[in-house]
């Protein structure tokens, strides 16, 4: 069996005037972002809708293969979002994640990639104010840069 | 480089007669003008097929992996520190090897000579540390080897390898004052789109031979990305995000252990830079976790460790 991981690429998405919007992939840490997103939804803090999140258990789950494959499949933007530094349900796994995400960055920037494609951050549970600006930030980001091209497989 | 060929079947006699070692693993003579093979010697009879001068590109390091026998293995400084990184790695048992340094003044880019003498079959090569004398039907060429060394060789900095067991010849004085990074830098000085056109521009020419990671001594993973396929994370085309996708995970997958001994690169039947990628992962280590491969056997993977004040600008 030989069935590459094709994922669900996004849906095109337009605004209700019609207006092209960008379609981000969030992961996020199950410990800390995840909640913090639960925190924001709870709190009624208003926030894009563009993102669609993973919830994974630690921002260390995220493969260099998931943010390259998810930006391959098309996706406008990546955002990862683990535990501060010291913070960690597994005591280290995001600070080994900040090292390989560094990396992954400069070499992804490096080939052309656009800055503000692949995005990092640290959300607490308790942060679901930081969590809906971070949002915001991306999406931002994302838009400004417009449809993703680069490294996008046609077909 | 050449005068230390009867030291070197000398040293490696000692050890395989004295039973240090089973196997002695060097470079031989190619079946073709300007190459060498990789040479496996168990008998000490064998020991003239062993050579050393500028055509030895190979990095031996890649032979050490998945032997259970005691092996003597000549090293340039870039092989010592391969296998520096491998035994760090826990690839390499350290106990079972002794390394046989060998000082070395660069390597030959047979592919710069070849585009030099335009096309002319050479039939006949003879290579020293000063000229390269070409034969073929009807020419004779002299060229100066110091201006066809491999470009990694240009900005060595690790002649005389940090490693080593026996050293075989001088040390010689790490001469070169540039460290390789002005391909690396002028690319990054330019903006993401001339960056991005330059790699398409680069990488579609590559035919997924995979040369640069079969020669590559850090390559030894048992299934490498591309071919697994439960899952195949990406796909096996030519098509030009799934060569892309290639290069730069191999390119993260050698950052901080990358020694840029450019074999990747010579390999390479499709003229592909492949050094603009691994200069670039060598770069990283060393900006953002001062860190250059191959140095200390105490050294732990860049990536398999961390420091609470590494840097993270770039986090939201």
């Given at each position: 069996?030989?069935?590459?991981?094709?994922?669900?690429?996004p849906?095109e998405e337009t605004s209700?005037e019609g207006r092209w919007e960008p379609r981000?992939?969030?992961?996020?840490?199950?410990?800390?972002?995840?909640?913090?997103?639960?925190?924001?939804?709870?709190?009624?803090?208003?926030?894009?809708?563009n993102?669609?999140?993973?919830?994974?258990?630690?921002?260390?789950?995220?493969?260099?293969?998931?943010?390259?494959?998810?930006?391959?499949?098309?996706?406008d933007?990546?955002?990862?979002?683990?535990?501060?530094?010291?913070?960690?349900?597994?005591?280290?796994?995001?600070?080994?994640?900040?090292?390989?995400?560094?990396?992954?960055?400069?070499?992804?920037?490096?080939?052309?990639?656009?800055?503000?494609?692949?995005?990092?951050?640290?959300?607490?549970?308790?942060?679901?104010?930081?969590?809906?600006?971070?949002?915001?930030?991306?999406?931002?980001?994302v838009r400004a840069l417009g449809p993703a091209?680069?490294?996008?497989?046609?077909? | 480089?050449?005068?230390?060929?009867?030291?070197?079947?000398?040293?490696?006699?000692?050890?395989?007669?004295?039973?240090?070692?089973?196997?002695?693993?060097?470079?031989?003579?190619?079946?073709?003008?300007?190459?060498?093979?990789?040479?496996?010697?168990?008998?000490?009879?064998?020991?003239?097929?062993?050579?050393?001068?500028?055509?030895?590109?190979?990095?031996?390091?890649?032979?050490?992996?998945?032997?259970?026998?005691?092996?003597?293995?000549?090293?340039?400084?870039?092989?010592?520190?391969?296998?520096?990184?491998?035994?760090?790695?826990?690839?390499?048992?350290?106990?079972?090897?002794?390394?046989?340094?060998?000082?070395?003044?660069?390597?030959?880019?047979?592919?710069?000579?070849?585009?030099?003498?335009?096309?002319?079959?050479?039939?006949?090569?003879?290579?020293?540390?000063?000229?390269?004398?070409?034969?073929?039907?009807?020419?004779?060429?002299?060229?100066?080897?110091?201006?066809?060394?491999?470009?990694?060789?240009?900005?060595?900095?690790?002649?005389?390898?940090?490693?080593?067991?026996?050293?075989?010849?001088?040390?010689?004085?790490?001469?070169?004052?540039?460290?390789?990074?002005?391909?690396?830098?002028?690319?990054?000085?330019?903006?993401?789109?001339?960056?991005?056109?330059?790699?398409?521009?680069?990488?579609?020419?590559?035919?997924?031979?995979?040369?640069?990671?079969?020669?590559?001594?850090?390559?030894?993973?048992?299934?490498?990305?591309?071919?697994?396929?439960?899952?195949?994370?990406?796909?096996?085309?030519?098509?030009?995000?799934?060569?892309?996708?290639?290069?730069?995970?191999?390119?993260?997958?050698?950052?901080?252990?990358?020694?840029?001994?450019?074999?990747?690169?010579?390999?390479?039947?499709?003229?592909?830079?492949?050094?603009?990628?691994?200069?670039?992962?060598?770069?990283?280590?060393?900006?953002?976790?001062?860190?250059?491969?191959?140095?200390?056997?105490?050294?732990?993977?860049?990536?398999?460790?961390?420091?609470?004040?590494?840097?993270?600008?770039?986090?939201?």
């Amino acid at each position: 069996m030989n069935a590459e991981v094709k994922g669900s690429g996004p849906e095109e998405e337009t605004s209700s005037e019609g207006r092209w919007e960008p379609r981000i992939i969030a992961f996020l840490c199950n410990w800390c972002s995840y909640a913090g997103a639960d925190l924001a939804g709870i709190s009624r803090l208003q926030y894009p809708p563009n993102i669609r999140v993973v919830r994974v258990p630690c921002s260390s789950r995220v493969s260099p293969y998931f943010i390259i494959k998810s930006l391959q499949r098309g996706w406008d933007g990546v955002l990862v979002s683990g535990c501060h530094p010291g913070d960690c349900h597994y005591i280290s796994g995001n600070l080994v994640a900040r090292r390989r995400f560094a990396v992954l960055k400069d070499m992804l920037e490096y080939i052309g990639v656009e800055p503000g494609r692949v995005n990092f951050s640290w959300v607490s549970a308790a942060e679901g104010d930081k969590f809906s600006k971070v949002v915001r930030e991306v999406v931002n980001r994302v838009r400004a840069l417009g449809p993703a091209e680069r490294l996008v497989k046609v077909g | 480089m050449g005068g230390n060929e009867e030291k070197i079947r000398e040293v490696a006699g000692r050890l395989l007669r004295d039973g240090e070692v089973n196997l002695i693993i060097g470079h031989e003579r190619g079946t073709l003008p300007l190459r060498s093979s990789p040479c496996f010697v168990t008998d000490p009879e064998d020991l003239d097929r062993l050579i050393w001068d500028p055509t030895c590109d190979i990095n031996l390091a890649k032979y050490l992996h998945g032997r259970d026998e005691r092996v003597g293995i000549l090293a340039k400084g870039c092989d010592a520190r391969s296998i520096v990184v491998c035994a760090s790695e826990g690839q390499v048992e350290m106990d079972r090897v002794v390394i046989l340094g060998l000082p070395c003044h660069g390597v030959i880019n047979r592919k710069n000579i070849e585009s030099e003498i335009a096309g002319r079959e050479i039939l006949e090569a003879i290579v020293t540390d000063e000229i390269i004398t070409l034969k073929g039907e009807g020419f004779e060429e002299v060229l100066p080897t110091e201006t066809f060394l491999d470009d990694s060789c240009m900005s060595c900095r690790h002649r005389t390898p940090p490693v080593y067991d026996v050293l075989i010849g001088e040390p010689l004085p790490e001469a070169s004052e540039d460290d390789g990074y002005a391909e690396v830098n002028e690319l990054e000085s330019k903006s993401a789109e001339e960056r991005w056109d330059h790699f398409v521009d680069e990488i579609s020419n590559c035919i997924r031979c995979y040369s640069c990671r079969d020669v590559c001594p850090m390559c030894y993973c048992k299934e490498c990305f591309v071919d697994e396929t439960m899952p195949a994370w990406f796909g096996k085309t030519n098509e030009i995000t799934d060569t892309m996708i290639y290069h730069v995970v191999r390119a993260i997958h050698l950052t901080g252990r990358c020694v840029d001994c450019g074999a990747c690169s010579r390999a390479c039947p499709m003229h592909i830079n492949l050094r603009a990628l691994t200069k670039k992962a060598e770069k990283i280590a060393r900006d953002r976790f001062n860190f250059e491969a191959g140095i200390s056997l105490e050294d732990t993977p860049v990536l398999g460790t961390f420091k609470q004040d590494d840097s993270e600008e770039f986090i939201i």
